[in-house]
């Protein structure tokens, strides 16, 4: 049975940084291609980073890019989403997906097999 369970996350100011941490158990986060993504409700789940499972390469959104850093520990079989100089815009609830085996790597939200159960991040101005 795949499970993925993220943590990490809770009530920051602006400006703060925060680690969010995607542990796996089930398969090898090493494999797959891994996103985050955030969701408000009544909206879509939007794109924030992807690593690639073939050379570590990553995406980001506009939105976040200069301030957030995935990354992966294979040992662990953990993914992390750094995210530093946060904003009030930023607060949302971030889920990380494990994408279908040789699903492309691009960014966006379809082709995910798996989703954590969503850690909640909120930055206060």
């Known amino acids: 049975q795949v499970q993925l369970v993220e943590s990490g996350g809770g009530l920051v100011q602006a400006g703060d940084s925060v680690r969010l941490s995607c542990a796996a158990s089930?398969?090898?986060?090493?494999?797959?291609?891994t996103g985050w993504f955030r969701q408000t409700p009544g909206k879509e789940r939007e794109f924030v980073a992807a690593i690639s499972w073939r050379d570590s390469s990553t995406k980001y959104a506009e939105s976040v890019k200069g301030r957030f850093t995935i990354s992966r520990d294979n040992a662990k079989n953990t993914v992390y989403l750094q995210m530093d100089n946060l904003k009030p815009e930023d607060t949302d609830v971030y889920y990380c997906?494990?994408?279908?085996?040789?699903?492309?790597?691009?960014?966006?939200?379809?082709?995910?097999?798996?989703w954590g159960q969503g850690t909640q991040v909120t930055v206060s101005s």
């Open positions: 089930g398969l090898t986060i090493s494999t797959r291609n």
């Open positions: 997906g494990v994408r279908l085996a040789g699903y492309t790597f691009d960014t966006t939200r379809y082709g995910y097999e798996y």
